[in-house]
């Protein structure tokens, strides 16, 4: 099985409302998390990142919260806009190895679609 | 803000022929990563890459791939022997330090296998 999840395949909001796209980790030895955005045919662009002894860290209009207790990671993106629709992932470094030489364990992704 | 490159954008090749795939990490980041993502997927690692060496491997990296520095700004990814499960989008990614953190993503390799 995965160790990196999405519950929601698909998001739809208005313009100007607020979002949230959740993920759930299995791995309690992850110790860095990564939210990344894709739009369609171009690369992961980073969005916010949270290490394992944070529980919130807040970016423009983004923050992420991290539940170590029920092993949950959530994206809130505020006042929504059109150029926010994307594929957003978040992921994960389990950090067995230590430092940067693990990879980052990415979940399905979650399509967020702005309704104008 | 500095960004990582990747050529081509996108390759067509036969089946059982090689491929390079080319990336420019950013300058002073010191490792360096490829991602698959087939389409319709999830981002997968398959390599880490530090102080010339492999530092970690995906069971997707198998011996039909490797990876080389050959100077000091180029990151190659070659895949031997294409097979058409390996048409995927290929994602080059570089990271600042040793600890935990930010990789940045290329744009990407469209690789389709005939």
């Known amino acids: 099985g995965e160790s990196v999840g999405l519950h929601l395949p698909t998001l739809s909001v208005q313009e100007g409302d607020n979002s949230i796209i959740n993920c759930a980790y299995s791995?309690?030895?992850?110790?860095?998390f990564i939210w990344y955005k894709q739009e369609s045919g171009k690369g992961p662009q980073f969005i916010i990142d949270?290490?394992?002894?944070?529980d919130k860290r807040q970016g423009q209009r983004v923050t992420v919260l991290l539940n170590k207790t029920v092993k949950h990671l959530s994206l809130q993106i505020a006042a929504t806009q059109p150029g926010d629709s994307a594929v957003y992932f978040c992921?994960?470094?389990?950090?067995?190895?230590?430092?940067?030489?693990?990879?980052?364990?990415f979940g399905k992704g979650t399509h967020l679609i702005i309704q104008p | 803000e500095p960004e990582v490159t990747q050529t081509p954008s996108h390759q067509v090749t036969q089946m059982g022929q090689e491929v390079i795939l080319r990336c420019v990490p950013i300058?002073?980041?010191?490792?360096f990563y490829w991602y698959r993502q087939i389409l319709g997927q999830k981002v997968e690692f398959l390599v880490s890459?530090?102080?010339?060496?492999?530092?970690?491997k995906s069971e997707i990296f198998d011996d039909q791939f490797s990876v080389e520095r050959p100077d000091g700004s180029n990151f190659t990814l070659k895949i031997r022997s294409t097979k058409l499960e390996d048409s995927a989008m290929y994602f080059c990614?570089?990271?600042?330090?040793?600890?935990?953190?930010?990789?940045?993503f290329g744009p990407g390799t469209r690789l389709t296998v005939t």
């Open positions: 992921a994960e470094n389990i950090g067995d190895r230590g430092g940067g030489a693990d990879g980052l364990t």
């Open positions: 791995n309690s030895a992850s110790d860095y």
């Open positions: 949270i290490r394992s002894n944070m």
């Open positions: 300058s002073n980041h010191l490792y």
């Open positions: 890459f530090y102080n010339n060496e492999i530092s970690e």
């Open positions: 990614a570089s990271m600042t330090g040793t600890t935990s953190g930010r990789q940045y």
